[in-house]
């Protein structure tokens, strides 16, 4: 298991991470992607930080899975 994505310290930029999208909340469904931009301007979350997917899509980091090789 990854860490959880509740605090803005962990999430950098080019991670690898799993989100549930605004769509999804209701299911949970999580969806993996790469972060481009970290959204949520507080250090911490009690729902995960919202960031934005490099493929354009925004939701809140569940689990951070590890950093991207570039």
Known sequence: MG?????RKDIR???TVDVVLKRDQPTGKR???VVAAI???SPQHPHGI???LRDGQVG???EIIGQTPE
Not at 3 to 7: D, P, Q
Request: no cysteine; aromatic share 4%; charged share 25%.
């Open 3 to 7: 860490i959880s994505g509740k605090y």
């Open 31 to 33: 969806t993996r992607g």
């Open 60 to 62: 809140r980091v569940q």
């Open 39 to 41: 959204l949520t301007s």
């Open 13 to 15: 930029p080019g991670m």
């Open 50 to 52: 919202k960031v934005r």
